[in-house]
């Protein structure tokens, strides 16, 4: 995104919202008196707001802005990436919800890797799961303290009065807001935030895309305009027109099954008050990421068959579709909803990696080393602000690094916890030692590939290159399932004697 | 999956767009089974099978046919058996079946009584 004119609208939503997300903090802060309420919310929250909270967190401000512009790039072959949230909300709480919530009712679970030491009785596994939530954590939060700067310099124009300086700012002022409630309120504050955040996603993609379907003259009309147009052509709407097959399908197959595995969703599970309240939360989750993703589907319609009509002239950066789009075609009251919400959609996402990015090192990593954390509420909120302060730090310096970092950060997730997690409990012969050996080729094949592939800091590393559009995340999450049901099937065909045997009651109900 | 992504051609991107839409289905089956029966899951299982596996399958056999094809929702049809084959056909099917069934299979008024009772013997932690 470059900078653009300061829009009164767009600075008004934004400092309410700022306000607004503050004021949860503030009040969450008076609700925060332990570590279960820092780091799970009490166990207190019903369906509703943890079915938003689950929504907004999984949604980055990649739907709002990085979608429609991929979609300018390679057309309907992106929806590859977002169309899986038509069965994955059902998907994760058939596999996962279900036995995630009834654990963390029988013991004290606050994280994933909480639920590797009880499910396989290994530290060595549970710390193995402790760092993969690290690197994704510092990655992806890197990324939201980068994009979330890259936003606040856009809508309050500071780079004409800071110069050099504007983005440092912007990033610290983003991270502040975050830190602050972060820090005060925890989870509590977390969440809260997280169901206003969703409300406003939800509201601001549904209009966004009413103005789309009426600016481009209904979907029909796009279509047309665009299958005809020389700059895009018929392969725009072919879904596997514009990218292989092996890269639209492992997109597919990454953004499904690797949902399994991201500590920042299945987290949500540990906070429902009662485990009845997972009945309807498929259907909340569905029906509100379905419609945050009509902004995708929409601008990324709109914006190709506007050009081809000669409405908008062609886009030099294809990330330009959204605000190109919202400031040419929408009423500045509906522009500055939707660039809160894109704000909305970025610290959702990076709350909650603080949170499980802060448990990871207060509880999982000294867990790990046979040991516990005397006061985990003090030292959860001290963590919180050392891992927004390395991430921003981080961020600020490697910005082209965190970028790389923040792309990899879900394949990392997915190949390191969904096998563990997804069919560890489910299937009573898994051991500590398969879990272990899938979660290690998980998180070496995934970094390992994206960086050889990627990198290009280090000249002398070599460069790896997959067959044409084969996925590194793709090849390492369907490695991480083949060692773990490889190394599973040459062990005894018994359930492990060693089972906990709360794990043994969840996984018979 | 990992050894369709060494091969190239036709039957290999077949096995792969197989193997990617048969996987959730399977993963569910696993977590959903009580003593190898699907009970009134079974169904909707299927159904989120055969649309997941018939909306890959027509897709790729319907690549670079746009101009020739017909049609339908305002869409060619590969793009509109994506949009609303892929994304929308099993946003209401799966959770509706999640939501329908909970009560008398996912978690039954004896399995929350099971888990009540043992929480108590636990120390009365959580729900």
Redesign the interface.
């Known amino acids: 995104m470059t900078a653009s004119p300061v829009n009164p609208s767009i600075v008004a939503s934004a400092v309410v919202y700022l306000a607004l997300v503050t004021a949860v903090g503030i009040w969450a802060a008076g609700r925060t008196k332990s570590a279960k309420d820092f780091f799970i919310a009490g166990?207190k929250i019903g369906w509703v707001v943890t079915a938003f909270a689950t929504m907004s967190a999984a949604f980055s401000g990649f739907v709002f802005m990085g979608g429609p512009g991929l979609m300018y790039r390679v057309g309907?072959a992106s929806?590859?990436i977002?169309?899986p949230?038509?069965?994955?909300?059902?998907?994760l709480?058939?596999?996962?919800g279900?036995?995630l919530r009834?654990l963390?009712?029988?013991?004290?679970i606050y994280t994933v890797p909480d639920v590797i030491l009880i499910r396989y009785g290994s530290r060595r596994a549970s710390g193995l799961a402790a760092v993969a939530v690290i690197i994704g954590t510092i990655g992806y939060l890197g990324a939201q303290i980068q994009a979330l700067g890259i936003l606040i310099e856009m809508v309050f124009g500071t780079r004409a009065v800071l110069g050099q300086w504007s983005l440092p700012a912007a990033m610290i002022l983003g991270c502040a807001v975050v830190v602050f409630y972060a820090t005060a309120g925890g989870m509590v504050a977390g969440v809260y935030t997280d169901l206003f955040q969703g409300i406003l996603m939800v509201a601001a993609a549904v209009a966004v895309f009413f103005y789309c379907f009426q600016s481009g003259g209904?979907?029909?009309a796009?279509?047309r305009s665009i299958?005809g147009s020389e700059a895009f052509g018929?392969?725009h709407?072919?879904?596997?027109?514009t990218l292989p097959?092996?890269t639209a399908?492992g997109f597919?197959?990454v953004f499904?099954?690797g949902l399994?595995g991201q500590p920042h969703m299945l987290h949500k599970f540990f906070m429902?008050?009662?485990?009845?309240d997972?009945?309807?939360m498929?259907?909340v989750i569905?029906?509100t990421q379905?419609a945050c993703?009509l902004i995708w589907?929409g601008i990324g319609l709109a914006v190709p068959a506007l050009v081809a009509h000669g409405r908008m002239i062609a886009l030099v950066n294809p990330d330009q579709a959204a605000p190109q789009f919202l400031l040419s075609f929408t009423p500045p009251i509906l522009a500055g909803m939707v660039f809160a919400g894109v704000l909305a959609a970025i610290m959702s996402t990076a709350d909650s990696f603080l949170n499980i990015g802060s448990a990871a090192i207060v509880r999982d990593l000294p867990k790990a080393f046979g040991r516990r954390v005397p006061n985990e509420l003090l030292w959860g909120r001290v963590a919180v602000v050392g891992i927004a302060g390395f991430a921003a730090v981080f961020a600020f310096v490697y910005q082209d690094l965190i970028a790389l970092v923040g792309t990899f950060a879900f394949g990392t997730f997915a190949a390191a916890l969904a096998p563990a997690v997804?069919?560890g409990?489910?299937?009573r012969r898994v051991t500590a030692a398969a879990a272990t050996a899938s979660m290690a080729t998980g998180m070496v094949v995934n970094l390992g590939l994206e960086f050889l592939s990627k990198q290009t800091f280090l000249d002398w590393l070599p460069s790896v290159s997959?067959?044409?559009g084969?996925l590194p995340a793709?090849?390492s999450l369907?490695?991480s399932f083949?060692v773990l049901l490889f190394l599973t099937w040459l062990s005894p065909s018994r359930p492990q004697p060693d089972l906990d045997s709360?794990v043994d009651?969840v996984m018979d109900? | 999956?990992?050894v369709?992504?060494?091969f190239?051609g036709l039957v290999a991107?077949l096995c792969?767009?197989l193997l990617?839409m048969a996987?959730?289905a399977a993963?569910?089956a696993?977590?959903?089974a009580r003593n190898g029966k699907l009970g009134p899951l079974w169904l909707p299982l299927a159904a989120?099978t055969l649309i997941?596996e018939a909306c890959?399958v027509a897709?790729?056999m319907?690549?670079?046919q746009?101009?020739e094809a017909p049609?339908f929702?305002?869409?060619?049809v590969?793009?509109a058996?994506?949009?609303y084959g892929?994304?929308?056909?099993?946003?209401l099917?799966?959770?509706?079946?999640?939501?329908l069934t909970?009560?008398r299979w996912?978690?039954r008024e004896e399995?929350?009584r099971?888990?009540n009772a043992?929480?108590d013997r636990?120390g009365g932690?959580?729900?």
Do not use: H
């Not at chain 2, 892929?86 to 946003?91: A, F, I, N, Q, T």
């Open positions: 166990q309907v929806l590859f977002c169309i949230v038509g069965f994955t909300s059902g998907f709480c058939w596999v996962v279900k036995r009834l963390a009712g029988l013991r004290e209904g979907l029909e796009m279509s299958v018929p392969s709407l072919d879904p596997f027109g097959v092996m399908m597919f197959f499904a099954v399994l429902l008050s009662d485990p009845r997972l009945k309807w498929p259907l569905g029906l379905s993703i589907l997804a069919i409990l489910n299937w997959l067959k044409a084969v793709a090849v369907s490695a083949t709360d009651f109900l | 999956m990992l369709c992504s060494w190239s991107e792969f767009v990617v996987f959730p993963l569910i696993l977590a959903v989120l997941l890959g897709i790729l319907l690549r670079g746009i101009l049609w929702g305002g869409f060619p590969a793009a058996i994506q949009i892929l994304w929308l056909g099993p946003l099917l799966v959770a509706l079946a999640y939501g909970f009560d996912e978690l399995d929350l099971r888990f043992r929480r636990n932690r959580g729900q």
